[in-house]
């Protein structure tokens, strides 16, 4: 056992940190003068705000000296973004923002690992969550295009996703609101979608794929489990038997609901059958986006190109949405780049980063510097030397 007073510390962390920042590059975002800033520490995340800079360098510098573990900065826009109390501010406007966390998920791998540990598995699922926001929701039902929209990595477990387009920044808290909701899936009546149902002998007529909005999503999203087997149909929440039976009449069942027939086989308390599986696919498609960022234009949410101090990954900014697609943040987010660490790790898992798997731990190992990080600030690893 080394002596505890000559492993590397959270000193060692910090300078990492100041070192990092001493060069880094495309901090600053846009409108960065109209923007109030926030910094947290290891115990806080944001512990002192109404901060404001001028310059990329001025932040830069900030950040470097002070080796700033959490730094945030405002959705809105401000005439004085230092000014308090917030009303003293001169709100200009605020970019729409959603907040996509694999926590607000309930995922199974999450029942094995716990919630303070992040898999593959959780990182994939938030990411597809995000894509299903831009293309399921935010394109076709809001009429927002590609370039309307900023994805960034939190540089942790999700992503953050911006529009700046000009017909948002003055919307208020309640259309904001509505907004979310409308994506949560709340306040969704089925009669609306089903209008027949409950009425005896008539036929079932439902939402068909052409349709807009979430009709066409109900139908789109159950014609696309039916068409990929029986397991897609399960995942639904339906009995094997009656996944079976679907499957085994999908083309006569997909027919029928391309022309809003919903009737096309025999199911015992159809209404209720759809129902059921209609509310389950409101909770998946939403409950996950954080209402409070959407909702609040003062919130403040991490400035992309820095560092996560729960982690050392960066919040990165992505070129655009479609690099969701092939984006590793195990990989394209790792920060400390340079160097070896001798560490004595504790971990039931393994994680994988920049394409190699580290772990599971019990015991002393050199490491890059990244996996170092990563697991001192998650609590798995004590620093022991560089190497
Ligand atoms: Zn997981």
């Known amino acids: 056992m080394p002596d505890p007073k000559e ?48 310059s990329e360098n001025e932040l830069r510098n900030y950040l470097s000296g002070n080796s700033v573990p959490y730094v945030s900065c405002s959705a809105a826009y401000y005439k004085y973004p230092d000014g308090r109390p ?22 199974v791998c999450q029942r094995a690992h716990g919630r303070s540990w992040v898999c593959k598995n959780c990182l994939n699922s938030v990411k597809g969550e995000t894509i299903k926001l831009i293309y399921d929701f935010l394109i076709p039902d809001f009429g927002f295009s590609e370039s309307d929209i900023q994805v960034n990595f939190s540089g942790s477990r999700g992503y953050h996703v911006h529009i700046k387009k000009e017909s948002v920044l003055q919307l208020d808290a309640a259309s904001r609101r509505e907004i979310s909701n409308y ?85 015992k308390n159809k209404a209720d059958f759809w129902k059921g599986i209609i509310d389950r696919q409101a ?20 400035l992309p190109n820095t560092i996560h101090g729960g982690t050392g990954l960066l919040a990165k900014r992505l070129g655009d949405a479609k690099d969701l697609y092939r984006f590793d943040p195990m990989k394209d987010a790792i920060a400390f780049k340079k160097g070896q660490v001798r560490i004595s790790a504790n971990t039931n ?15 002393e190992i050199n490491v890059p510097m990244y996996v170092a990080m990563y697991l001192f600030l998650k609590g798995n690893a004590r620093l022991l030397r560089e190497v």
């Open 86 to 107: 917030m009303e003293n501010k001169g709100w200009l406007g605020s970019e729409l923002v959603f907040d996509l966390d694999s926590t607000d998920m309930d995922l």
């Open 283 to 302: 909770v998946s498609q939403s409950d996950k986006i954080d209402k409070n960022v959407t909702n609040d234009p003062s919130h403040l949410i991490r």
């Open 183 to 267: 994506i949560s899936g709340i306040g969704m009546d089925f009669q609306e979608f089903f209008p027949t149902a409950g009425q005896r002998g008539m036929m079932l007529s439902g939402p068909r794929p052409s349709d807009k909005g979430w009709k066409g999503k109900i139908a789109r999203n159950f014609l696309s489990n039916l068409n990929a087997g029986i397991d897609s149909l399960s995942s639904m929440g339906i009995d094997r038997t009656m996944a079976t039976k679907l499957y085994r009449k999908k083309s006569l069942i997909e027919m029928g609901i391309r022309n809003g027939n919903w009737d096309m086989v025999y199911i």
């Open 349 to 363: 898992f393994e994680i994988v980063m920049a394409g190699q798997r580290y772990g599971p731990y019990g015991g």
């Open 7 to 54: 492993e590397l510390g959270i000193e060692f962390v910090n300078k990492q940190i100041s070192d990092y920042y001493s060069t880094a590059k495309y901090i600053a975002p846009d409108r960065m003068s109209e923007r109030e800033f926030g910094v947290g520490n290891f115990e806080t995340k944001i512990a002192r705000r109404h901060i404001s800079f001028k």
